[in-house]
Each structure stands twice: as structure tokens, then as C-alpha cells.
């Protein structure tokens, strides 16, 4: 903040006793004339540039916007655990290492085709016999210079990785067809990818057919922020035929363009770390586990820790299935030696000894005990008081809606309320109740899932309640606006908790002269409660949601039944039950 002559250079936003002593005015004028001027202000308020130009002019000071010069950041989210437990590592010793890279996508758009392709290519280039051994990960060769892929599953799987802190991939290639465009599991992926903040390429598979419009996938790929290239943004859209083997070698190229593009480092003779792609118990051999190699160097004979898994290691073997004597950054290989199946997207390191790795599987199966007594839930009640300690500065959503009528205003509401201290991001959006991979990428991105007329799928809801993730659901939006709205600005209510006890299927309905229509029913899952509350569902619609006022077991009135047996059930105010209805019993308690 400074003046020259008649001109003030005043910041975006000052507290008006700072202004008054710039002015060398009186607070109290200052306050006087920002009061003639409609702002009513105190001393230690502050005011934004905006007002206080107009206020300085009075005195004869000509406003101008201070110049802050800031360091320009990229936004790099959440770092990995694995990046983390090598932030000591010295910097001078860091060496390029070859990309990691996982291919995502729509289940029919050419994923495996496209793996396959790219994994010909090097057989063709010389690989007498073939690759002998798959194991969820191989390497390409292009220009000299070596390209590591990850063969897993999908987003699912690519998340899960992420959410146990691993994040393997350097760069995410979204593969989409070039006659059928962008898909919802494609949006899914994207989401995925974009939560992880990891660098996104596109492979527009299927140029061959006849009906392929790349220019249509174009414009769908802009509408979701992944603009062309060659449009002007800094999407890589490379259009490929895995069937016919086209623009495989300007892909690998592409892939390398972004791998410079991204500092893709690690110092070989540093912390040995990694990543678990996959393992399985062999009958003859023992534990087989695909490692990913990350830091440092892995040598066979090193005692390795991932998760509550160790062992000393006999064998290593490259992707080919060949003996090797060590593994340097961005290797897969596959190893024998450890004492029990680890998990995918486990991190393991290299320790000095057997005693050390026992004492620290030790330590980690006591503090899961307790972290899964005192798991916190990200909530909509929590997030201002972890914005004021400085634990979150945005509010992350997953929004399930039940049709693109609904979602688009959604999000546009949405938006408006992310424009204050606390940002609002929505990380997926898409129509469809709430399943296992909304709640998986929630847990992943401390996300919160807002449904719209949409039911929580009963797997879902105990995934949610496993990984200690929010899902709200709402049938008005101005109630889930409000919300949201509360909570940003620390105003929002405790929760009313729901419990899903159990469910049953409708088999007969009778009629009783005291309770009106009953229905005979059989608990296909948990129990249900007497009390407690209802929802009918007739295929995916609620037909009723109340409470559950008569239950009778044979011609005893019972508290509770339980799976396996049947039950005569009565609604309060509700005669509307049919044949084939399914009941889902809950009890809803404060939070």
C-alpha cells in the first residue's frame, strides 16, 4: 500500500482504520463519510477496493489496484502417501524415470484392445515367445526410452488404490470411442482421474468405423473441461484404431510429450517405497505380488512391509517372467516371499530386518483397531469447524439425481453457493441412485454425496458407513441448497442419523377389520422392528414412507423377526401395499 501524488495504491480489501491512517484522516470522518456513501462500517471492519476508491476520491486520491505478486501454484490437491514418505529425499540426487500410466474408460470402448495393441507392439519389436507371464503391469519402449503401464481393472480399482494413498499412475489415458462418444462411465472415469489431479489424455479409439465423429467427441470431451488441444486447450487427443493398430506409436509419443511436460522424478539409490497392483496365494509357490517400485531401488533378499503383510524376498521377475537381481523406479515386477496376501493399493517399503518389519505390522494392526473405533465422518455439521482449524479449505461433492432435468439446476445452484471463503467443488455429477463407486470415490476425495429423489443402494450404505462417508438425501433442492449453505456458513444443525435395519418381500396381503390391509411378508435381510420406520418401494419407487405400527409373527404380536421368517405387517395410515412390495425398515436418531 503506498501513494504517489494523488494516486493510492489500495489492496483488494483494507480494514478502515488502516485506510484512515493511509489518508492521514480521522477513523471517525473516514466512518462518517463511508455512512453518506450507504457502508456502514466500523473501525476494525474491512471494506473492498471497490468502496474505498469511492470514499478516497472525496479527498482528492486517485485508487489504484495494489500489484501482488504471487507465486503462480499448481493446484496439485491431496499428496499421495507414498510421495509423502520420500519428502526428504535429496532433491540433487532425483533422476527422470519412465511414466506410469492406467487406462480408463467406458467398458465397450476398447480399453483391453487398446492394452493389448500397445503390448503387441513390443512383442512384435522383439520379444521371441511372447510375454510368459501376465502380471497387472508391463513395459514399452519408445524412442529409447521406457513407458510402465498398469493393467488394472478400471476406475474402481484405480480409486481404491487411491484412497489407500497410493495413486500409481502419473498420467490417466481416457479411452473413448470415436462412433459412440462420451458415456456416463466415461464421465465416471473423468471424475476419477480429475479427483486424483492427475494429468488426462485421450485416446479417440475406433477411428476406423464408418460412423466415427471425432469433432462430436471433441465438443462433449470440452463440455466436461477437457478441451482439445488442438482447439486451444491442453487436452492431448490422439485418435487411434487398436483393432487396426493406428496411432499407437503417436500415443506413446504423446505420452512422453506430457511426461516432460511433468517433473516424473525419483532417486534410485534413495527409500525403497511402492505400490501393491495385485497379489494372490499360490498353491505351490506361496504369496505372488505384483510391486510397482516408485523410490529407491528393490533387490532381492530386502525384507518388504506392505500394509500388515512383510516377508523377505526370494525372487524377483520382471513382467516377462525373466529373474531379475533388482527393480529401479516405475518397475513392475512380480515377487515371492511374503507372509501373507497384501492388499492392492497397499504401500510398501523396505526395511532393515525381520524384527523391524514384525514390530511395525504390530504397531499397524493396533492403530487400525483403533482408527475403526474413532473413524471421524467428513460431515456437512464438521466442515466449518475444519475450515476455522484449517484442516479443509473446500467442500467436495458427488450429486446423484433422478434425471438430467433435476442435476442441471442442481449444479447450477450449487455453484452460486461455491463463491464464498469456503469452495464448493462437485467432483461427479450424474443421474442414478448412489452405488459403491460414488461412496469409493467419496471416501478417496473426502467428498460428501448429495441425493436428489435417488435411494442409496444397501451395499452403498454399508460401504458409507464403513468408510465414514456423508450421504444426504433430499426430495426439495431449496432443502439441500439450504443446507449446504448452512454449513458453509458454520450453521447447520446436528444430523438426524438413519440406520438401515433390514428389508423384507411382500407375499400375500389379507384384510383385518383393526389395522385395515396387512401385509404378509418375508425378512429377506436384517429385521425388522416394531416402531420403527418404513419405506415401501414398488420396483424403484417409494409408494410409502411412514411408520411401522403392527408386526405379528404366526398370531403373536412380536417386537422384532428376523431374516428367514415370516410376518404379518400393518401401516399406520397406508392401505396401498401389493404383492411383490418391497419393505425397507430404518430408524432415524440424532446425530
Not at 511372447?130 to 510402465?148: D, S
Request: aromatic share 4%; net charge negative.
Amino acid at each position: 500500500m503506498s501513494s504517489n501524488g494523488n494516486k493510492l495504491e489500495l489492496p483488494a480489501s483494507i480494514v478502515v482504520r488502516d485506510l484512515a491512517q493511509m489518508i492521514e484522516k480521522s477513523p471517525i470522518d473516514l466512518i462518517k463519510k463511508l455512512m453518506t456513501n450507504g457502508v456502514m462500517a466500523t473501525i476494525n471492519q474491512t471494506v473492498d477496493f471497490d468502496t474505498a476508491a469511492i470514499v478516497v476520491a472525496e479527498y482528492g486520491y486517485e485508487a489504484v489496484a495494489e500489484v501482488v505478486e504471487e507465486e503462480v501454484k499448481e493446484e496439485v490437491g491431496e499428496v499421495p502417501l507414498w510421495r509423502q514418505l520420500i519428502a526428504d529425499e535429496d532433491k540433487t540426487q532425483l533422476k527422470q524415470r519412465p511414466p506410469v500410466v492406467t487406462i480408463l474408460g467406458h467398458v465397450d470402448h476398447g480399453k483391453t484392445s487398446l492394452l493389448d495393441a500397445i503390448r503387441s507392439t513390443e512383442v512384435a519389436a522383439g520379444e521371441a515367445g511372447g510375454i510368459t507371464q501376465h502380471i497387472g503391469a508391463y513395459q514399452v519402449e519408445m524412442k529409447g526410452r521406457l513407458i510402465t503401464f498398469l493393467d488394472t481393472p478400471g476406475h474402481a480399482a484405480f480409486t481404491q488404490m487411491r484412497a489407500r494413498g497410493a495413486q500409481g499412475a502419473d498420467i490417466v489415458i481416457l479411452v473413448v470411442a470415436a462412433d459412440d462418444g462420451v458415456m456416463p462411465q466415461t464421465r465416471e472415469a473423468i471424475a476419477h482421474a480429475k479427483a486424483a489431479r492427475v494429468p488426462i489424455m485421450v485416446a479417440l479409439n475406433k477411428i476406423d468405423k464408418a460412423n466415427a465423429n471425432p469433432d462430436r467427441v471433441k465438443q462433449q470431451l470440452a463440455e466436461l473441461e477437457l478441451v482439445p488441444d488442438d482447439w486451444g486447450g491442453n487436452t492431448m487427443v490422439v485418435p487411434v484404431s487398436a483393432k487396426q493398430k493406428k496411432g499407437i506409436d503417436d500415443l506413446l509419443e504423446g505420452i512422453l510429450l506430457v511426461a516432460d511436460s511433468n517433473e516424473i522424478k525419483a532417486n534410485p539409490s534413495g527409500k525403497v517405497v511402492g505400490t501393491i497392483i495385485e497379489a494372490e496365494l499360490d498353491k505351490s509357490k506361496g504369496v505372488i505380488a505384483t510391486l510397482l517400485v516408485q523410490n529407491g531401488t528393490l533387490e532381492a533378499g530386502d525384507v518388504v512391509v506392505a500394509g500388515t503383510a512383510y516377508g523377505k524376498l526370494r525372487a524377483i521377475n520382471d513382467y516377462k517372467g525373466k529373474p531379475v537381481k533388482k527393480a529401479g523406479p516405475s518397475t513392475p515386477v512380480s515377487v515371492m516371499g511374503m507372509s501373507d496376501v497384501p492388499a492392492a493399493g497397499d504401500l510398501f517399503q523396505v526395511v532393515a530386518s525381520d524384527k523391524e518389519a514384525r514390530a511395525i505390522v504390530a504397531e499397524r494392526i493396533e492403530a487400525a483397531k483403533v482408527a475403526a473405533q474413532s473413524k471421524k465422518k467428513v460431515s456437512l455439521e464438521d466442515l466449518f469447524a475444519n475450515v476455522q482449524a484449517g484442516e479443509t479449505k473446500d467442500l467436495n461433492l458427488i450429486v446423484k439425481a433422478d434425471v438430467q432435468g433435476s442435476l442441471d439446476p442442481i449444479i447450477t445452484e450449487l455453484n452460486k453457493l461455491g463463491q464464498g471463503e469456503i469452495g464448493l467443488k462437485v467432483l461427479h455429477a450424474e443421474t442414478g441412485n448412489i452405488g459403491n463407486n460414488d461412496v469409493m470415490l467419496a471416501s478417496a476425495s473426502k467428498a460428501i454425496i448429495i441425493g436428489f429423489n435417488v435411494q442409496a443402494d444397501i451395499d452403498a450404505r454399508r460401504m458409507a458407513e464403513k468408510e465414514g462417508v456423508d450421504i444426504r438425501l433430499y426430495e426439495i433442492i431449496y432443502r439441500m441448497t439450504e443446507d449446504i449453505e448452512k454449513a458453509l456458513k458454520g450453521m447447520l444443525a446436528p444430523d438426524l442419523v438413519e440406520t438401515i435395519l433390514g428389508r423384507a418381500q411382500v407375499l400375500q396381503v389379507f384384510s383385518a377389520s383393526k389395522f385395515g390391509k396387512v401385509a404378509g411378508c418375508k425378512v429377506i435381510e436384517g429385521e425388522l422392528k416394531r416402531g420403527a420406520k418404513v419405506r415401501v418401494y414398488r420396483g424403484a419407487d417409494i409408494v410409502f414412507e411412514g411408520d411401522l405400527s403392527s408386526l405379528r409373527h404366526e398370531k403373536e404380536d412380536v417386537k422384532e423377526i428376523r431374516q428367514g421368517f415370516e410376518c404379518g405387517v400393518g401401516f399406520k395410515n397406508f392401505n396401498d401395499i401389493q404383492p411383490g412390495d418391497v419393505l425397507q425398515c430404518y430408524t432415524v436418531e440424532s446425530n
